[in-house]
């Protein structure tokens, strides 16, 4: 007997601002930060992965297209206001009807991210390109597989505490730096019948995405995120679920 993998379909979302306007950014991603995700992800033989960006109509991120994608990986920082609200209250639906999100690095002020979390989503940051230690604090968590107790990032950008998100439901990672901040990086929600991963590491003037570990930990998220295919939920009124069908 044979077994076909389902392929799971992921759409990189990036603003893709920076690679075009900045020479030290472009050095790092001359394609895009979304092509080298989406190229780390398509190495993995269940995911297929696509990408879209801002300045596409309506962001690439049409209804159709949002109804076939499982899981959305999200990377912006300079334009998040540039962003529709009628593509938001898109994508929100799609992750309350089970479409997992990832959000990257900034995105954590994203319009999306800002409307699930509910909170402020601010921090403190640094961009002094100094060492950073990324901790596994959840090693029995499937985001974790295959990764070493803990990732050297050799030059970041610093993100400090406090983050103003609500608890999350589970924590993954959990950053150092080098000038003595710590950082919740590894954050995972669960928003309606979605699942949320916030990643913090991905800051556009290092090669973070071309880090092997972190290339694992984006796949590892895609596969915790899609939908796990349970029932549709019934809202509304409704008769009762017992007795004998009606006729
Ligand atoms: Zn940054």
């Not at 995911?47 to 990986?73: F, K, M, W």
């Not at 604090?137 to 950008?157: K, N, R, W």
């Not at 019948?193 to 995405?209: A, N, Q």
């Amino acid at each position: 007997m044979t077994t076909t993998t389902q392929l799971t379909r992921v759409l990189v979302w990036n603003e893709y601002r920076h690679e075009r306007n900045n020479e030290r950014v472009a050095q790092v991603y001359p394609e895009g930060i979304h092509a080298v995700i989406a190229s780390a992800l398509n190495n993995a033989p269940d995911i297929s992965a696509e990408t879209a960006t801002l300045d596409e109509p309506e962001h690439g991120l049409t209804q159709a297209r949002l109804d076939q994608t499982d899981v959305l990986l999200w990377w912006g920082h300079m334009a998040h206001d540039v962003v529709h609200d009628e593509v938001v209250e898109r994508v929100i639906q799609r992750v309350w009807a089970g479409m997992g999100l990832v959000v990257l690095h900034s995105g954590h002020f994203s319009k999306p991210f800002r409307r699930l979390m509910g909170t402020g989503c601010d921090l403190k940051w640094r961009e002094d390109g100094r060492h950073e230690r990324l901790w596994v604090v959840d090693p029995s968590h499937p985001i974790a597989g295959g990764l070493p107790e803990a990732i050297e990032l050799p030059q970041t950008e610093m993100y400090g505490e406090h983050f103003d998100i609500p608890a999350p439901d589970a924590l993954v990672f959990v950053s150092w730096f080098e000038g003595g901040e710590v950082f919740r990086s590894g954050c995972c929600f669960q928003r309606g019948s979605g699942k949320v991963f916030y990643f913090r590491p991905g800051h556009e003037t290092y090669p973070i995405y071309h880090n092997p570990m972190i290339q694992r930990i984006l796949i590892n998220a895609v596969r915790w995120a899609r939908p796990a295919g349970g029932p549709t939920p019934t809202y509304g009124h409704s008769q009762p679920a017992h007795g004998a069908p009606a006729t």
